[in-house]
């Protein structure tokens, strides 16, 4: 693991005993993810979750009645990601791969998802990437930061895109974009918690959707 990863998963105590006090908020806060991975996945479908670091995506999904495996390329995350889900119980399953050949599990998942991954490579290897996973599964959801992440905790070599821009990649990659998505409610500064409090509900999810969050999402149908 580099220096840098292994750091990022350090301040969110992934490595800790009390792992769960930093997965819970981390559940809570991808919420509009899992429920756009439900909408385009029945319950106890198999889903892939590329780049999966400790693992707390996949042990969600599998408390949810999901057949979930969690894939990453640095073999220590997934030994923790597997005492993690030994100590709770989950049935998530992890296993070490490369996410530039997934020849073994073509064909095999209903749904696949990378979370916070593909934005670190340059936008023809993202496209590359994606077309990968979507011959693992009909229905594959790249979720990645906007440009607000930085009011959380900067922004480093992230390539940072617009909804739009988004889904032209999830198209150039063979796949059509079933819907985008946005979600994480920003606070940093006092014009986005006026917003916040300020606008109906509805129209803030507009906002949210439109790219106004910490997190943008696409779904693509392969």
Not at 24 to 30: A, C, E, K, M, S
Not at 53 to 63: I, T
Not at 64 to 80: H, M, Q, R
Request: contains cysteine; glycine residues 10%.
């Amino acid at each position: 693991m580099s220096e840098r990863w292994k750091e990022y998963f350090d301040g969110h105590k992934a490595f800790d005993a009390n792992w769960l006090q930093s997965a819970v908020p981390h559940w809570g806060f991808h919420e509009t993810l899992y429920g756009n991975i439900q909408r385009y996945c029945p319950r106890g479908g198999r889903i892939l979750d590329v780049g999966c670091g400790p693992g707390w995506s996949v042990m969600y999904l599998a408390a949810k009645g999901y057949a979930s495996t969690g894939i990453d390329n640095e073999a220590s995350l997934v030994e923790l990601a597997r005492r993690q889900a030994s100590t709770i119980g989950s049935s998530a399953k992890f296993e070490v791969a490369d996410a530039f050949d997934l020849s073994a599990y073509h064909g095999k998942f209903d749904l696949v998802f990378s979370c916070g991954v593909l934005e670190h490579f340059d936008r023809e290897v993202t496209v590359q990437l994606l077309a990968e996973q979507a011959r693992c599964a009909k229905h594959v959801i790249i979720q990645i930061p906007t440009r607000y992440t930085a009011y959380a905790g900067g922004i480093t070599d992230e390539r940072i895109y617009s909804v739009s821009e988004l889904a032209k990649i999830v198209k150039d990659s063979g796949m059509t974009v079933e819907s985008t998505f946005g979600y994480g409610e920003l606070s940093a500064i006092p014009i986005h918690r006026f917003l916040r409090l300020g606008l109906p509900r509805a129209l803030w999810r507009m906002a949210q959707n439109a790219g106004y969050a910490y997190a943008i999402a696409a779904v693509g149908r392969a």
